[in-house]
């Protein structure tokens, strides 16, 4: 039977963790290694909800995409969100590894999976960072041709609204139909002018300011904005098909708790 160890080792041949960005705190990082694992639950965030949901269907293992410890955590108690929450993993043995800016950058990653989704072809990197200790190339973002070249930038808002299921998609049109695309899951408006030098006419991506949607349209640049998770939850179903494919003898899982937090009208 797997084990947690295990686990880790293969999530660090897919995203290696040592292509992490220096802020980032991804890697295994609630548990013991030597825990037998039956059960993985595959997530974007480790939340309260998605703790007690891993220990009611009995999960030894929570695989997620945002590190449930992010900053430097001073104590363990019930009296802050985080300690709550790593308290519910620790006291029921939930380990949990977080794969996060690694898996952005990684093939087959986050942003592969986003420009997937929105099927996009001939499929190449927005930035690459450098290559992997297997020589693998990564870096975050994606570029794409899109589908159905010439749509409006409003028509192409409403086909990723649709295809990501996001609440909404804020867009400015940047005078240029959609052709080439460039997507970044997540937060990755400081790409914009990468978009632009790639030869992108359209970035889809999250988290947007103001200030850039007004320095896209004045670049030409149709800006997408279509929510964190609906662009980064993308991941998580491939992925645990890619967990259940290694590990035959473990069921995996998808949370069905964890969901976008807002709502819009």
């Known amino acids: 039977m797997a084990k947690v160890a295990d686990i880790f080792r293969f999530m660090d041949q897919i995203a290696p963790f040592e292509t992490q960005e220096d802020f980032d705190n991804a890697g295994f990082l609630v548990g013991r290694g030597d825990r037998a694992v039956q059960k993985i639950l595959v997530v974007l965030d480790i939340t309260g909800e998605v703790a007690a949901e891993a220990v009611r269907l009995g999960a030894e293992l929570i695989v997620a995409h945002h590190p449930v410890i992010f900053n430097p955590v001073k104590s363990v108690t019930d009296g802050t969100l985080t300690g709550s929450i790593l308290l519910e993993l620790i006291e029921h043995k939930v380990a ?6 690694n898996l952005d950058a990684a093939h087959g990653g986050v942003n592969g999976c986003l420009a997937r989704a929105l099927e996009l072809s001939e499929i190449g990197q927005l930035c690459q960072a450098g290559e992997d200790g297997q020589g693998r190339p990564y870096g975050i973002g994606r570029t794409g041709t899109v589908h159905r070249p010439g749509l409006t930038a409003g028509e192409y808002a409403a086909f990723v609204k649709e295809r990501l299921k996001s ?3 804020r867009f400015v049109d940047g005078g240029r139909p959609v052709q080439r695309v460039a997507v970044g899951g997540g937060a990755c408006g400081s790409m914009i002018e990468d978009a632009v030098a790639r030869g992108c006419d359209t970035f889809v991506t999250a988290d947007l300011k103001y200030n850039q949607f007004l320095d896209a349209k004045a670049l030409g640049l149709n800006l997408l904005d279509a929510g964190h998770f609906p662009t980064e ?3 998580c179903a491939p992925l645990a098909g890619r967990l259940a494919k290694a590990f035959p003898e473990t069921e995996v ?3 069905e708790v964890h969901r976008e937090v807002y709502k819009s009208v």
């Open 253 to 255: 899982l998808l949370s």
């Open 96 to 101: 949990a590894i977080c794969a996060h800016t």
């Open 233 to 235: 939850n993308v991941v």
């Open 167 to 169: 609440a909404c998609v």
